[in-house]
């Protein structure tokens, strides 16, 4: 580190150390804290400067000794303001006291940002820990855990505008009590929290991101009062997929439905569920669909059933696999969005698609379904079979141009090839896509996930990447 590189009077500099503080300070915040306090040993010069950044980062305190080693870390601590504080420990219940003292001490230097993973049975915070006026930012992660969020004080976090809880087991009653504590929150991300059956955010007037992934543990449909939020991003379990009470100010939304592992049958009454989830989506102006709720759409649109229609749409992606087994719900979707003027086609093949969603709806079951109902998807002949094939460009062209043809107001499209195999592939189809462009007078966006190359054909146009509803 203190390299000897001569300036030509043979005195060595050393570059790095020669920088202000609040510039090492923000360097060894972006590593874990143990490895900033290896540079103590470099030179006189680093001796203290890891004490005094503003965040601090322990991973894996996972019995007594890494746990005495954090508290004598924090005991050597000397900077007035914390930033950010993140822990990760699964230490034994004798050592909650260090726990403790670690959360006390991050909130006496009024930390902003704090990320707490604690997997440690029966675990319960500090009265203290529910009382603070600096956090902004706080993500709780537990696993496997029961009762473990229960105040037993009142709640006040007064400037805490983003929340984030994972695996937590918690009550409506006090999520709620959590929630009446938190006036200014404006996002909030529910990660497999499988007790909550009522989500009323009604009362949280700034609130306006919302973000729920759902548990396969989850007991019935969980009911969604949110009034005021413009974003959400919900996957939801077939089984009892959650209900959406109100979300009246609802501008953009993303939707995916999961499916247990190896869950066979597709209940007709879930595709009317999931039509009354996009039947509050109405008023949307951007939206996301999944490629499982295609499926169930397409299920939806071979029996007839009616669609509601997506009157101010004008940004929609869809992230799909080229097969007869979500055409017929796409096209339905793209009939419904009269207003649409840019498309997003997120196209995957099927491994890519088995790493991105393992609680995909497999085709044997479609087909079950199909058979036992006496419907036919073979009328979308030319997509019979690809899936399981695995794309050509081919065949991505020709979605592309069934695509082109279903809308009557698109000027914008981009294509992201996800699985897209080898060069000549990406090269063929951006051949085939310059033609379509051209005959359908529609700018179109070749994105290569491999980031090979990106073309656009027709008219000019700066894609711009789809923004995630909560950062």
Known sequence: MAGDGGNGNGIGVDSISSLPDDILHIILS??????????????????HVWSDTPSLSFESCEDTTSAY?????????????????????SVILDDVPYINRWIELAMSRNVERMSLEIHVDNYGFPDLFYINSSVKQ??????????????????????LKKLSLRCCTISDEFFAKILSGCPILEGLKL???????????????????????ESNLVRGST??????????NLITYAQSPSTLVDVSSLTA????????????????????????????????????LGTNLLKILSLAELRGVLFPRFKNIKDLTLETVVSQYVTPGLVRVLHNSPGLKTLTLHIMDSSTLQ?????????????????????????????LDIFRQNPESK????????????????????????????????????????IISHDNNVSVALIDHLKRKQRKMSTKWDYRKATTLYD
């Not at 972006?30 to 001796?47: C, E, L, M, N």
């Not at 080693?69 to 420990?89: G, I, N, Q």
């Not at 009911?223 to 959400?232: D, G, N, R, W, Y």
């Open 30 to 47: 972006s590593i874990p804290t143990k490895f900033a306090i290896r540079t103590s040993v470099w030179s006189k010069r680093w001796r």
């Open 69 to 89: 080693s954090v508290d004598e870390t924090l005991a050597r601590y000397t900077a007035h303001k914390m930033m950010s504080f993140h822990l990760y420990t």
């Open 138 to 159: 706080l993500t709780l992660n537990y696993s496997d855990l029961s009762d473990m969020m229960i105040p037993r004080c009142f709640v006040s976090w007064t400037s």
């Open 191 to 213: 990660n497999f929290c499988h007790t909550l059956m009522v989500i009323d955010l009604s009362k949280l007037l700034r609130l306006r991101t919302l973000e729920i992934y």
């Open 223 to 232: 009911q969604i009062v949110a009034p005021h939020i413009h974003c959400l």
């Open 253 to 288: 939304a993303s939707l995916e439905i999961w499916y247990r592992p190896h869950q066979t049958q597709l209940k007709t009454h879930k595709q009317v569920m999931v039509l009354k989830i996009l039947g509050k989506l109405q008023n949307v102006e951007r939206l996301t």
């Open 355 to 383: 790493i991105i969603n393992p609680s995909r709806i497999e085709d044997k079951y479609l087909d079950k379904y199909l058979d036992l109902h006496g419907l036919d998807s073979n009328q979308w002949w030319i997509f």
């Open 395 to 434: 065949h991505v062209a020709s979605l592309v141009e069934l695509v082109l043809k279903t809308t009557k107001a698109l000027e914008k499209m981009a294509v992201r090839w996800e699985g897209c195999p080898d060069g000549r592939r990406f090269e063929e189809l951006l051949e085939m896509l310059s």
